[in-house]
């Protein structure tokens, strides 16, 4: 089913769940406007944000620009994180009260093992060299240097 339209009719459950899936969609007002609409008491969310907080992180989103963008030539639906903001005015414009609670992370990860499954991405594009060059350019410009986990948001809305 498409989070766009969800076939169930207004107010069909009491409590409706987003986990890690509102960045790959382009239109995410449009599959929040669609929970608000099916649910009758709370629209609960739970997305990674980011935080540009350390070194790590910083890099962290340099990657995720990278894979991004294989990831768009590939026609795999994935977008920049939400900011945070973005989703709590979000809610508030549609008169609805939010909770938020922000999980940090500061786990650091391996550039390799960040990138694992880069080359399935880069082997589906008609420039899997170019993809590929790109990413050693990346690893030579960290020089070594480590990611980081991203964080989580978790957001409660309530409907009055």
Known sequence: MDGRDIQYPDDSF???VEQYSLHHVLE???VLDEMIRVSSKHVLIQEPIDDPRSEEKRNSIRAQELYLEVQKEVGYSHYRHL???SLVRYFKSKK???ERQIIKSDKLIDFDDYFGSFDVFAEKSRRKEY???RLDTLRRELAGKRLCDDDIVFIAAEKK
């Open 83 to 85: 900011p945070l903001d």
């Open 28 to 30: 995410w007002e449009k």
């Open 96 to 98: 609805i009260s939010v």
């Open 131 to 133: 993809w590929l060059k």
């Open 14 to 16: 009491d409590m409706v």
